[in-house]
């Protein structure tokens, strides 16, 4: 049964990446023309250094808050079948 938890964590953990890296991508798109808008009803333009740099810093807080999100779901996960497994 060992063999069979082993294989279900790394189902999980490919899993998680591949959900991190889908989640990632598709966040990108849905947010890229909105926050684009919101920084250049505030900046003027979105083509403006300090509106670029606000898009940017928006983004990749997004993207730190999911990614720990995912990975604090899946340390959950693993913990879980390890303890079945015990």
């Known amino acids: 049964m060992a063999g069979t ?4 964590i790394q189902l999980l953990e490919t899993f998680a990446a ?3 890296a889908a989640f ?3 966040a990108a798109l849905a ?3 909105a926050i684009k808008q919101a920084v250049a009803a505030v900046f003027g333009t979105e083509d403006d250094l300090a509106g670029l740099t606000v ?3 928006i983004v990749t807080i997004l993207a730190v808050i999911m990614t720990l999100l995912i990975a604090r779901s899946l340390g959950k996960a693993k913990k879980a079948l390890k303890e079945k497994s015990e």
Not at 5 to 8: W, Y
């Open 18 to 20: 591949l959900i991190t």
């Open 24 to 26: 990632g991508l598709v």
């Open 55 to 57: 898009y940017a810093v």
């Open 5 to 8: 938890d082993e294989f279900k």
């Open 31 to 33: 947010w890229n023309e």
